[in-house]
């Protein structure tokens, strides 16, 4: 069987109970550059199945006490990830359309050519890399707006420096800046600066994790590890092996889940949530935080070994606030990008210029984006007037919003921007505790999460 680039090479479990034809495909698959495992009846496969993610499954359909259709279909009910190549002894046509019914890629017959094996391996492989993708596709579909830094100031050109130099280099970055900066937008650019790029990129957010959810999300779980696993499934570690894992708000993981993922980049292993066996990864991190780690750790927050283990390259985005160049550019860029064609170019009213220039953006880069957005919709033509900015003079930061109220002076201000200032107050009083303000606000987390980044707040 010829070699296989590393690329290419699957991870197989072999389910065949005669043991020199397991043993011989084992051997002849691993010289071909494959990771191996094997099992000798139905039992001991479903087991290693359940540990593990792999590639393909070669399994046979009459072994001792196993019915290999049944093992299919279970096999199948649990992840639908492997590819599964049926083979036997005793083939039938019915037998074949049953076996491709119930989910098995092909279905071959005894004695096992290894050229014809081999072609349908590699084919089987493709496929299942082709699935893998469009998992990681979708993860990545749902956190993705558009991912271009746009900017020519002194500290948005240090970092896209930093990030072609740190990019080159398979280490570990932190990502330091204030919500709405774009640290996604930088660690993206990390990624397709670095080798890993034609690799998958997988995001998470730690903040959005519970003490209960965060295991399952990040190292997968086995059937039947809590009440709701009715399937196995690949954490987001595995997901992003040979790519890069970008984990923001790394601040916010809890002290246990800390521990392992100290571990993970330690020995690059884990173990999924209910399994017993270590799972290896290479996976390139990228974290971000829009806290002080040193003083969580301070605290006693965050664990000081972690906090040293993943500042070894260190990126830090400035502020909106502070490169007051990059703010018309950004505007240009969101008018062209963020709304329809319709007729004509966009115009900028120079009052609304000027606004754009005087408000000191505390949402950084998120609400301009978010506020470009909302202006273009409400646009009667297409200029952005200063009409259009709930900041914009006469009434930069009105001290009527904070009670809602209308003045002869100062019209009605919309729902939205009382909404956007009392939330902001909220979270002033409670230092930015999200649980707390949520409390207060009446509402679960993920719907303050969803307004704070409609409204460019910090999240």
Known sequence: MPNVKQADAAKILIVEDEKPLRELLRDELRRGGHRVQIAANGEEGLARYREEIYNVVLLDIRMPGSDGVEILKQMKSESSVPEIIMFTGHGTIETAVECIKHGAYDYLTKPVKLDELDLVITKAVEKNRLRLENINLKLEMQRLDNHQIVGSSPGILRVLDTVKRWGAVDEHVLIFGESGTGKELVARAVHEASPRKEKPFVTINCGRLDVHTAESELFGHMQGAFTSAVKGRAGLFELAHQGTLFMDEISEMTLDVQVKLLRILETGTFRRLGGNRDISVDVRFVFATNKKLEDRVEAGEFREDLFHRINMLPIHIPPLRERSEDILPLTWYFLKTNTSGGQGPWEIAPEAMAALRAYHWPGNVRELRNTIRRASILARERVISADLLPFAPPRLFPAEVQAGA??????????????????????????????????????????????????????
């Not at 009083?429 to 910090?458: C, F, H, W």
């Open 406 to 459: 209308a003045t002869p002076e100062t019209p009605p201000l919309p729902l939205w921007v009382i909404e956007r200032e009392h939330i902001r107050n909220v979270l002033d009083r409670v230092a930015g505790n999200k649980s707390k303000a949520a409390k207060i606000l009446e509402i679960d987390r993920k719907t303050l999460y969803t307004k704070l980044e409609r409204y460019g707040l910090p999240a």
